[in-house]
């Protein structure tokens, strides 16, 4: 009877190690602290759901929790189609290719604190290249005073920042398609549209339903850019659940009901992940199966 050596088991042994000390031990303090009512760090006192229930039933969390979908269903919808867009305008070889790749991945290593920055100042109408220009044609843009300015601003920083990623994947999933397909499509006078429908898109599915969940992540999870280009304002136009979440741990210092919302916060990345997830799998499912 042949043995099945385990002991590359014990490769992973550190990535476990790593992870339950980095994710699992602060969830477990978070989980704790969700069930308890924090006094003094001496003292604590146990009342069960009672925080979970009060954060559920708090307006303010409906109002970040519409703007937080809202904001991440704009973000879907704008940088996955512009990302394939723009995959498909750049060059496949030579030196143009590689430049390009370079200048698009640019924004990608700009941090976070700075992006809000940038766009602060970009966005002013005194000194700013684009709060000047809308002023100079007559419209009334003050992302400050503004709640609708705000919030596109916020989109607008959103897309410059992060379709660059969407579109290096497409571009990667593009040049992974065999010529033979292209040769075939040109055989049968395939229009360019039809290129697209039938084989690019298809090949594509696959880095499509990952740039889809990392954007959904990501965009779920915005926090630093609106805080330092907005404050989360004007008013609450801008208060996303990070922010929310924020100012009930930080600003606020209450420890049991900020537990209790991030935990919350989780499941709900957790659910619609999950959902968008398995849908992507039916539809890849059902067109295989045509």
Request: net charge neutral; hydrophobic share 55%.
């Amino acid at each position: 009877m042949k043995t099945t050596n385990q002991r590359a088991w014990l490769l992973v042994l550190p990535v476990l190690l790593c992870v339950s000390f980095s994710a699992l031990l602060p969830l477990m303090t978070v989980v704790n602290y969700s069930v308890q009512d924090i006094i003094s760090p001496t003292q604590k006192v146990f009342v069960g759901m009672e925080w979970f229930q009060s954060v559920l039933r708090d307006p303010d969390l409906h109002g970040a929790l519409w703007r937080q979908l809202l904001f991440s269903a704009a973000v879907l919808a704008i940088q996955i189609p512009l990302g394939i867009g723009v995959a498909q305008l750049m060059p496949a070889t030579g030196w143009r290719s590689s430049l390009t790749l370079v200048l698009l991945a640019m924004p990608l290593l700009i941090p976070w604190n700075v992006v809000g920055t940038i766009w602060q100042i970009f966005s002013r109408e005194d000194i700013g290249l684009l709060g000047h220009v809308l002023t100079r044609f007559g419209i009334d843009y003050n992302y400050t005073a503004h709640s609708v300015d705000a919030w596109v601003t916020v989109l607008l920083m959103d897309v410059w920042h992060w379709t660059p990623l969407v579109a290096l994947l497409c571009y990667a999933g593009l040049r992974a398609i065999p010529d033979a397909y292209y040769q075939a499509a040109r055989i049968d006078g395939a229009s360019r549209w039809a290129v697209f429908r039938f084989i690019e898109l298809p090949k594509m599915r696959g880095v499509l339903m990952i740039a889809v969940l990392l954007r959904l992540m990501d965009s779920f999870m915005i926090y630093t850019e609106p805080f330092v280009l907005t404050g989360g304002g004007p008013g609450n136009a801008t208060t996303f659940l990070s922010q929310y979440l924020t100012q009930k741990a930080v600003g606020q210092f209450d420890l049991g009901p900020a537990a209790a919302f991030s935990l919350v916060y989780f499941l709900i990345i957790l659910l619609l992940c999950f959902v968008l997830y398995n849908y992507m799998k039916q539809i890849d499912a059902k067109e295989v199966t045509r």
